[in-house]
């Protein structure tokens, strides 16, 4: 009898003492259970498609592009032509080789440089032969006959005036003289640009006599 109640306080005793380490445990484990084992991942909220950070930075740099393409201009750098004729009529212009022609196109990001051959056309008007021309000219001039005229000396032949030229053709030309000694007409003839020799007809002031007449001239233009 005294065994089964010894026993008996044994197994009671050690149902006390497990008891509250059972029931600890338990709590633990519920705790462990509720609690999370890691942080939530973040997210971000998308309407639409979504887009990688990559591709939305060449899409920025293509749009940026495109606003520049837009906005601005294209710069054109040219290499200068020199075109050169000679006397002979014969041209020489620079953009061939061994120097090509060089053109440059800056436009935002982009930059092109061509080079080549440069072909050039040169248009020369070529003065007309004859007709109307309104040039006047001083002239010196001597009237052949006038010296020898009853009273008259060599320095009454002595003339000098203005000549109209109003018709050209070539080198030769149609005048109209008006000196302070006589008035006429003849032909005249360029030895220079600006120079030549005169020989016409003249009537004296003095008495209007008939006259032969040379004389050299000098014209403005």
């Not at 007709?131 to 001597?142: H, N, S, V």
């Not at 006589?182 to 003249?202: C, M, P, R």
Request: with cysteine; hydrophobic share 45%; aromatic share 12%.
């Amino acid at each position: 009898m005294k065994r089964a109640l010894f026993f008996l306080f044994g197994a009671l005793l050690g149902i006390l003492l497990v008891s509250p380490a059972r029931a600890q445990m338990a709590v633990q484990s519920q705790d462990a259970a509720v609690m999370p084992t890691s942080k939530p991942t973040a997210t971000t909220a998308c309407d639409g498609v979504c887009v990688a950070s990559e591709d939305m930075a060449t899409l920025l740099s293509l749009a940026k592009e495109e606003k520049c393409l837009k906005t601005s201009k294209p710069v054109l750098k040219m290499d200068p032509v020199v075109i050169v004729t000679d006397k002979d009529g014969r041209v020489y212009y620079s953009g061939a080789a061994p120097h090509p022609y060089t053109l440059t196109i800056d436009w935002c990001d982009y930059s092109v440089k061509a080079t080549g051959k440069l072909d050039v056309t040169v248009a020369m008007q070529q003065p007309p032969e004859g007709g109307f021309r309104l040039r006047p000219k001083a002239y010196l001039g001597y009237m052949l006959a006038e010296p020898f005229r009853s009273g008259n000396s060599a320095k009454d032949g002595i003339d000098a005036g203005l000549l109209i030229e109003p018709l050209y053709f070539h080198s030769f030309n149609l005048d109209l003289a008006v000196g302070f000694r006589s008035f006429g007409g003849g032909l005249g003839v360029d030895i220079t640009k600006n120079f030549g020799a005169y020989a016409g007809y003249a009537m004296s002031w003095d008495g209007f006599h008939s006259n032969p007449e040379v004389s050299l001239w000098f014209a403005f233009w």
